[in-house]
């Protein structure tokens, strides 16, 4: 009984493999002559459309990356060094060239932004302290990349008295290696001596108390 059981089994078994054999048969004899061909197409083009689109992106990453990796790349102006000539409109229309302050301490100082937070309570200590900055022989210019209305505007606001120099086209601040990856100026300082070579340079400075340091480096510089 149990050996029967087994043959049948064995005999079911036997007759699926042969359906399964059938099957095959039939399912390679339907498949067309040339779609071996046809599935290395397939593959070729799915394959140049992945190199094309990497491609694609490696193309976009550069062009996002480089132009602030090009600013970045640009050196801050050391102590000892020429400070690096300019020729900017402030809030008042006319030109203004560091040339125009030779014999003068310059004290140039680059923001981010008119009427941001940290950019107006820096400037308000500077104006704070400007006849101490008078007193030192010393004139004070900011710099950021905004229009000259913007500064018009920040300086009537906020009762500023100094230049503010507007750089819209980038140049000068990537010359004194202060272009953020923002496309901004960082709040970098640069203290000028009157023959026109870099005294002192703050980077990332501090608003609040920004003004003090400079007032104290311009007494230690006439000692």
Not at 50 to 55: G, Q
Not at 175 to 186: D, I
């Amino acid at each position: 009984m149990f050996q029967s059981g087994t043959d049948d089994r064995c005999a079911v078994c036997h007759t699926l493999q042969w359906g399964k054999g059938m099957t095959d048969d039939k399912e390679r004899s339907s498949v067309p002559p040339d779609f071996a061909g046809r599935a290395r197409n397939v593959v070729c083009s799915l394959q140049e459309r992945a190199t094309n689109l990497r491609h694609r992106i490696f193309t976009a990453f550069a062009l996002l990356v480089l132009p602030f990796a090009a600013a970045r790349a640009a050196e801050v102006p050391q102590i000892g060094q020429a400070a690096p000539e300019f020729s900017l409109p402030s809030q008042e229309g006319g030109p203004v060239s560091l040339k125009d302050f030779r014999g003068q301490w310059v004290v140039l100082y680059f923001y981010p932004k008119d009427m941001t937070p940290g950019c107006t309570i820096e400037a308000h200590n500077f104006q704070r302290d400007l006849p101490k900055y008078e007193q030192q022989h010393a004139v004070i210019l900011g710099v950021s990349v905004d229009s000259t209305d913007s500064h018009k505007e920040f300086c009537t606001k906020e009762s500023l008295t100094f230049k503010l120099l507007s750089d819209t086209d980038k140049k000068m601040v990537d010359q004194y290696g202060s272009l953020g990856s923002h496309g901004v100026a960082s709040r970098n300082t640069f203290l000028i001596d009157p023959a026109g070579k870099v005294a002192r340079v703050w980077t990332g400075v501090i608003p609040a108390k920004h003004s003090e340091e400079v007032l104290a480096a311009l007494s230690e510089a006439g000692k």
